[in-house]
Nanobody, 123 residues
Framework: QVQLVESGGGSVQAGGSLRLSCAAS????????MGWFRQVPGKERDWVTS???????TYADSVRGRFTISRDNAQNTLYLQLNSLKPEDTAMYYC?????????????????WGQGTQVTVSS
């Protein structure tokens, strides 16, 4: 059974930083594509970033240069470093995993999802 458990969310002021973690069980973070998405109430879940099997990262334009995705193979954990946070980054952040080494930005390509962790940025 695959489980993805996010942690690390919280409330910060604009300009601050957070690091989100996604601990995986029953699934290898190294062998597949994983990503982060975010969602605000009443809106669709948006792709933020993905990391493929060989370590290539892609980012949404809105976060490129501020967010960094990474993984620790030994810990079987995916991370998202959020720097220079803005109020518009406020959202529930979800870790997602797909079966396959290539990455895509659509939610339909991802099979497994975590429960989400809330990030709130105040101005």
């Amino acid at each position: 059974q695959v489980q993805l458990v996010e942690s690390g969310g919280g409330s910060v002021q604009a300009g601050g930083s957070l690091r989100l973690s996604c601990a995986a069980s029953g699934y290898s973070v190294r062998g597949n594509c994983m990503g982060w998405f975010r969602q605000v109430p009443g809106k669709e879940r948006d792709w933020v970033t993905s990391l493929d099997k060989i370590g290539r990262a892609t980012y949404a334009d809105s976060v490129r240069g501020r967010f960094t995705i990474s993984r620790d193979n030994a810990q079987n954990t995916l991370y998202l470093q959020l720097n220079s946070l803005k109020p518009e980054d406020t959202a529930m952040y979800y870790c997602a995993a797909r079966i396959g080494s290539s990455c895509y930005s659509g939610t339909s390509f991802y099979t497994y999802w975590g429960q989400g962790t809330q990030v709130t940025v105040s101005s």
